[in-house]
């Protein structure tokens, strides 16, 4: 379902964004348009500014033209042909997959190797990454957790490609250091600026925390930057 916009500035056809029906989840967006109506419609309606005279628009039923749904928050699900009554769903990658895509063609496309990552709706940079190694493969086994030997073992290794990644968390954007960091970036051209909704940008940022704290203390910083890793799936 659309959100609520504002229809009574701009053109009569906007991006809007899509949410889940169930969750309120962001889904990604949707291109609408509103109907034209008769000018004795008693519908809410907009005025198209000097053409009001000949028609209004109605604010109640836009129509969907096209959408972009955003590939990690959508699940595929399939009939299976032995048995209709039992679903089957697609595998699904983690978000950081297709993040973790966005840099890699970036990177290819523009030789960028620094990310600025934005609000789509706060504006506020939440996290400035410097792409390191975009193919590392690791092994852990959350032993450097401080959850202790036993428990560590318990949880077994764990295999993954991943890329390696450089970064300064925004959340402290008035911190000395971040603040020196950011002003920086966001005077250097060749510094990318990737735009996400902010739930999205927030969960990368935790992601990126998360992957920190599996290594050694001796290893989790550089330079000013924190070390971590995004899981590519691939």
């Known amino acids: 379902m659309p959100s609520v916009r504002q229809w009574t500035r701009g053109t009569f056809k906007k991006w809007i964004p899509v949410t889940c029906a169930k969750c309120s989840a962001l889904l990604g967006e949707g291109y609408y348009k509103l109907p034209r109506m008769p000018e004795n419609d008693d519908r809410t309606s907009v005025e198209a500014g000097e053409r009001s005279s000949l028609f209004r628009f109605s604010e109640k ?16 699900a399939l009939s299976s042909p032995s048995n209709l009554a039992t679903p089957l769903v697609t595998e699904i990658h983690p978000f950081t997959t297709f993040i973790a895509l966005d840099f890699i063609e970036a990177a290819k496309a523009h030789a960028n190797y620094r990310f600025v990552i934005e609000g789509r709706t706060s504006r506020r940079t939440h996290v400035l990454i410097w792409l390191f190694n975009w193919d590392t493969k690791i092994v852990y086994n959350n032993g450097f957790r401080d959850l202790g030997v036993a428990k560590a073992a318990e949880e077994g290794e764990r295999k993954k490609t991943v890329m390696k990644i450089l970064y300064i968390d925004c959340a402290d954007p008035k911190d000395p250091q971040v603040a020196s960091h950011l002003v920086t970036w966001q005077a250097d051209r060749t510094a990318e600026h990737l735009v996400y909704p902010d739930a999205t ?22 330079q000013g930057f924190r070390v971590g890793f995004l899981e590519k799936g691939v």
């Not at 039923?61 to 595929?76: F, H």
């Open 201 to 222: 940008c927030a969960r990368l940022v935790d992601a990126l925390r998360e992957s920190t704290s599996y290594l050694p203390e001796v290893v989790r910083a550089f």
């Open 61 to 76: 039923d836009p129509t969907l033209l096209a959408v972009k749904l955003t590939k990690y928050m959508v699940s595929v």
